[in-house]
């Protein structure tokens, strides 16, 4: 027996029982606590000197976390337009999308799956570089950062 339950909304958090009669036994029941969260999502804004190398974790908390067992994607974005940049499976080198002339030279996955991008330039000032953590495909993780260049 399943229950199957559509357009999931954290009103649907709560207990649900499944009871049936059997028989000669009586009826059994099992009881299962169903927690539905947000969507997971952190903002950061990171500053950086002009034509500095930029390092941006793909999340701030995974000190007991190992990002590398699963796949993660890099986008950057401006005016609500986003762009892959880089994309990672498990036990599987990074895949560079070269579509982005601005980044195609510049950025770098580094082993614990943080983002370099070198050197920064003006025109990094106010993207948005995010990085999606995909544990499910229902669950996928996102981090933001906003990036501020400063001219020395």
Known sequence: ?????KNI?????????CSFATYPYG????????IVKAEEEQHYVKEVQLN?????????????EN??????????????REEELVTKEPSCPAVYRNGST?????????LNN????????ITDDGRVFSCHVVYHPERV???????????K
């Open 52 to 64: 500095q190398t930029l390092e941006i974790p793909c999340r701030e908390d995974t000190t007991s």
């Open 67 to 80: 990002l590398s067992s699963y796949p993660l994607k890099w986008l950057v974005g401006e005016n609500g």
């Open 27 to 34: 009826t059994k029941a099992a009881k299962i606590q169903l």
């Open 1 to 5: 027996w399943a229950l199957h339950l």
């Open 9 to 17: 909304t954290i009103s649907l958090s709560g207990q649900y029982e």
């Open 141 to 151: 993780q996102k981090s933001s950062t906003t990036v501020r260049v400063f001219g």
């Open 102 to 110: 601005l980044y195609r030279q510049r950025v770098h996955l580094a």
């Open 114 to 121: 943080t983002l370099k991008i070198f050197p920064t330039k």
